[in-house]
């Protein structure tokens, strides 16, 4: 972790890792001027890690101070495979972590796993301001389902954007309509589906990132290969891997207001969007 200046010079940087692979995927600032740090790790207890590893790789959360030095850290996983993609905190001064798991009940994990061998379910979970876990929910269907993106909603709940490939079974209450389709699901503030749509057509569609708008609405934005089928209405325009930019707006309930597929000859792929000053 690096912070630079406003011209670019470097203030302060940090090398944090274990004996083995540590990976971090997501970084916000939080209010106290200091930093949340989410990805996950398969060190055991060695130089910076303080608890070993569950499984393969677990969650690994770590605060640091404005200086950049660790307050605190957990360790958090099962027996499997946990991923953490998305952390930010939450209007409380807690954290909402959003990633995948694919163990079932052990370790931390205190719900059963859903289905899928590499990707697994969706695993939410919600600390408060010292990094205990208040809460946590395993949602999965059949098949694999991995969840890239995760915002605090107006209403205090949260918005989980990701994708699945699984059928009707555990949490999906949709079929897929081809390979991966974008799964959007709304949980009240504690931690219960309020809702969730299934959005995609005959080929892999797969979420990036999600946000709320301002007029309270949700973006859901990521990738498209498919052509008109299913919810898709405007046709691929190029590339066979990831094809074109697939950009969603879903009102509070959930349905689909528009879609736009943007793209050019070859590959486009959509990692980051963000609403400008001008509601665009």
């Known amino acids: 972790v690096v ?30 001027g200091g930093y949340i740090l989410g990805g996950n790790s398969s060190s055991g207890i060695f130089a910076d890690k303080t608890e070993a590893s ?19 850290q957990n360790t958090i996983g099962g027996i ?10 939450t209007t409380d001064g807690g954290y909402i972590l959003g990633g ?32 205990i876990i208040e809460w946590q929910n395993t949602i999965g269907g059949p098949d694999e389902d ?9 209403d205090g709940g949260y918005l989980l954007g990701g994708f699945s490939e699984s059928g009707v079974g555990g949490d999906k ?20 589906i309020e809702w969730q749509n299934t959005i995609g057509g005959s080929g892999d569609d797969q979420v990036s990132v999600v946000l709320q708008n301002n007029d309270g609405n949700f973006i859901a934005a990521g990738h498209s290969i498919s052509g008109i089928s299913g919810d898709k209405t405007e046709g691929v325009v190029g590339g066979t891997v ?11 309930a959930g349905d689909l207001i528009w879609q736009k597929t943007i793209g050019g000859s070859s590959t486009d792929r959509l990692k980051s969007i963000k609403q400008t000053l001008d509601g665009g």
Not at 54 to 72: I, P
Not at 175 to 190: C, E, H, M, V, Y
Not at 242 to 252: C, T
Request: net charge negative; proline share 1%; aromatic share 14%.
């Open 3 to 32: 912070k630079i200046n406003s011209i670019g010079g470097i203030e302060w940087q940090n090398t944090i890792g274990g004996s083995s692979d540590d990976k971090l995927f997501s970084i916000q600032q939080t209010s106290d």
């Open 54 to 72: 569950s499984g393969s790789y677990d969650y690994w959360v770590v605060k640091l101070n404005s200086g950049g030095a660790v307050e605190w």
């Open 80 to 89: 499997g495979y946990e991923e953490l993609s998305s952390i930010h905190q």
């Open 100 to 131: 995948n798991s694919t163990s079932g009940i052990n370790g931390d994990k205190t719900e059963a796993y859903f289905g899928g061998s590499f990707y697994g379910d969706y695993w939410v979970i919600k600390l408060n301001s010292a990094g």
């Open 146 to 154: 991995k969840l890239k993106s995760i915002i605090q909603t107006n």
């Open 173 to 192: 209450t949709e079929p897929s309509n081809g390979l991966d389709d974008f799964w959007i699901i709304k949980l009240n503030s504690a931690g219960s």
């Open 242 to 252: 990831y094809a074109d930019y697939w950009i969603l707006e879903l009102n509070n």
